[in-house]
């Protein structure tokens, strides 16, 4: 069974026992219960597929946050056309574990 959530503004498949890598959840820390109740899509494991106009209502999905950490380093060039001209930036996004532990469809 697997489900399609809404965080953040993005989607994201989920399963049970599988890890998610979402943005970071400011107001949550580490070992804290997180309930995802936007569900889009349910797909049970007797091969029926519930859609929601636009969330599931009766859907939630429950995990627990195991980290926040920052992802590996990404740099950007900057070139201009002039001799010895160029900027280098660099980035690191923090970013938060959640196992997911159960779905739940009430």
């Known amino acids: 069974m697997y489900a399609i959530i809404a965080d953040s503004g993005k989607q994201y ?12 959840q400011k ?19 007797d ?11 009766n859907v939630t999905v429950k995990g627990k946050v ?14 201009r056309p ?3 001209s160029k900027t280098t930036k660099n980035h690191r996004q923090w970013y938060t574990t959640i196992l997911i532990e159960k779905i739940e469809v009430k």
């Open 47 to 57: 091969g029926q597929v519930l859609i929601g106009k636009p969330y599931l209502e």
């Open 66 to 79: 195991v980290e926040h950490k920052k992802a590996r380093k990404v740099r950007s060039i900057k070139f």
């Open 82 to 84: 002039r001799k010895n």
């Open 13 to 24: 498949k989920v399963e049970e026992g599988k890890y998610l890598y979402t943005e970071k």
């Open 27 to 45: 107001d949550k820390v580490e070992g804290d219960e997180i309930i995802f109740d936007k569900v889009i899509m349910l797909k049970k494991d």
